[in-house]
């Protein structure tokens, strides 16, 4: 048994052993990684009674803990919810292999064929919060790519990731894989993720998954580059050329279908010459769905909006709350998104290819979309597969963050003793 | 003028200039950016006289300060290099504008379609040493991408760094584009660098470019992304199945066609089976050739081999110096550069496809090479134009980084009023 006690000596043992699992990794045939999750698919279902009792455990600690009804929505297992998470392996298992592909090749006049290749990244951290079924996302994910990954779940569901993580390991000693592949930290320690993200050595990224606590220590502490996420502070903007009936659709959608999700709208804006063509019956069809509208001085006129301050600007509500405001122009929603705005996500709704086409050239959103609900954002949707979140930073990784995303590259040249003049 | 004394507040005032400037650059047209440049490389010959006389001074600076002759003669201008800048900036000019590109565009059932363009990254900061005309081939790939920079040259060059900035500047008027596209550290006040390196708010990625000191101070205190960009400690791997002939034109050229470049081969391996029918010659042509051989025991065995210390391992010399050592079999090799490289760029020759397969896969290094000689690690080599530089990291940039590499990506997604069900 590892001393749990002396968290440094601990997390550089698991460092050591991810590099070591990686190099092996690299060059483990794609049909290997392919069986491993299959096989984790099957192990999770034949114990999905001990996962339902381990998170009856965590369910526990999370009502001690005083866990809101939300948070323990999050945390909740039933068989269900397992059923989702076998078959979320079988789908990662079942997509084209990332890794090996030749993105580009050329000759050079110098007489050197080049080649671009498709490479694992190497060791990937990934720290996240309540649900215990990014454990197995995240896990599969990772490996798919042909990375090995330290995962960092959240103490609240510490007992059925550690089950989750199991089979995940049952998995790849089924297929003859390095069990350090997949490691989790084994235990509820805060230091580990401190440590975590400073072992620059034998991590190469972390990707951190969850709010606002986490990304601001991710931020400060983090010496291992990361995969920026941060929170979806969702604009849909309704031009004045918007399309009646799309906006409505559009914006119900966007704002009520999932209230919890990083692509959920946070705020209106509404052009000035569509607030009477469009914008009222928007902001009364918002009202009439529940969701608590908290609008500017000219939206206040309508009977049931509140009074919207400063703090509702560029604000994550993840609830059934909207902040709305009237803008004079497409500029002025351009400004207002760029001042308030994370960079995740934000739409236009107008029927004008000109207003769409400065709304896409002006922003520099990971998505920007038009006439479609922001809930979209979602690497499924986008066809990639499941993803393991939203990068909102510019390097490497972008919008939905799928295995593709998790490689790197290499150059392979090859001459025929060719020599530089 | 400035206050030249409060660093803090001039860095910070630099990154938000630059934060407007690349809002405005990233739909600046394509062809504002090529007349920049080229504007840049007509007053940079306009004014050669004057940059001559500028150098003049900081050859001065060198001299007082001490700087080695492969220093000062990194320093020195003259009309020939000047004109080397100035074809180095319409050559960037006349290549392809990597921004705006449709990477890729699919169609979803859910009714979406899907596009993924090429966008500029945003600021970036560029902190380089001793050599001037980093200025301009730094300043100059930038923009070409779409980017705003804040260029922080050495102490050094402080004088023609200063007015080769002047003239990309002029480039930018000329072209309309905002003047604060492309900044340059006013000061050598090394707490510039410091500040420079923890902007998160206002730059998206530094680049540095210099020697271990430099590096170093990077890695520990950049809060903003780097490009990793470390020593080149290129391994030259003579294989059992090596060709004689290619095997002696590839190391005598990897070695000392340019001893102080980050692609010159620094140690060299060979198979024992390899040591009586090329390893033996290669040694004593390297010798001839005035190389100094740092080698191990069985190499010692020939006359004028010093012996190799333990510190000679995974050394970069950037001179005429190089550590060898006969390896049991390819896999030893593969051990060898894992431990001791740097992932910068390694080389197989061989004969023996298998090897080559087993050398590229088994490495990951970002430029692997098979019977080409390692001066061939370079962006022109490699089709792609100018470089800032070799990135030796795995995240975005790696390899070779041209204007392409300075970019990133965003998704633009249209809908007909598509909702999420």
Known sequence: MKDLTDI??????????????????????????????????????????????????????GREKGLSDAMMDRLMLDEARIQ?????????????????????EWEQPNGLTIRRVRTPLGVIGVI???????????????????????????????????LIHDCLVEGLRVAGLPEDAIQRVPTRDRAAV????????????????????????????????????????????????????KALRVVLNAKTRRTGI???????LIHRDALDTVGQGLVRALLEAGVEVRGDETL??????????????????????????????????IAHIRRYGSGHTDCILTEDDAAAARFFERLDSAILM??????????????????????????????????EQLTSFKYLVTGDGAVRG
Chains 1, 2 share one sequence.
């Not at 989702?84 to 580009?104: C, E, F, H, S």
């Not at 197995?136 to 959240?154: F, H, P, S, T």
């Not at 990083?262 to 209106?268: D, I, Y």
């Not at 922001?374 to 939905?400: N, S, V």
Request: aromatic share 4%; glycine share 10%; with cysteine.
């Open 262 to 268: 990083c692509g959920a709208a946070e705020c209106l």
């Open 370 to 403: 038009r006439n479609a609900s922001t809930q979209f954002a979602d690497g499924g949707e986008f066809g990639m597969g499941a993803e393991i979140g939203i990068a909102t930073g510019k390097l490497h990784a972008r919008g939905p963050v799928g295995a």
């Open 128 to 162: 996240y919060e309540s649900r215990p079924n990014v454990t197995a996302d995240a896990g599969a994910l990772c490996l798919k790519a042909g990375n090995a990954v330290i995962l960092r779940g959240g103490s609240e569901s510490f007992h059925s990731s550690g």
């Open 300 to 333: 206040q006129a309508i009977e049931g909006v509140q009074a919207a301050t400063e703090e509702d600007w560029g604000r994550e509500y993840l609830d059934s709350i909207i902040a709305a405001r009237v803008v004079e122009d497409i500029d002025a929603a």
């Open 8 to 61: 440094p000596a601990l997390m550089a043992e698991m460092g050591r052993r991810a590099r070591a699992a990686a190099a092996e990794l690299a060059f483990a045939p794609s049909e290997a990684r392919r069986r491993a999750l299959e096989a984790a698919a099957d192990a999770v279902w034949a114990r999905r009674a001990e996962i339902v009792a381990a998170n009856a455990q965590d369910l526990d600690y």
């Open 194 to 245: 401190r440590e975590l993200l400073t072992m620059t050595d034998s991590v190469d990224v972390i990707v951190p998954r969850g709010g606002k606590g986490l990304v601001g220590l991710v931020q400060q502490e983090a010496r291992v580059p990361v995969f920026a996420h941060l929170e979806g502070i969702v604009h849909v903007y309704v031009d004045a050329a918007a399309d009646p009936v």
């Open 84 to 104: 989702g998470i076998v078959d979320g392996l079988r789908a990662v298992a079942a997509q084209d292999d990332p890794v090996g592909a030749t993105l580009a």
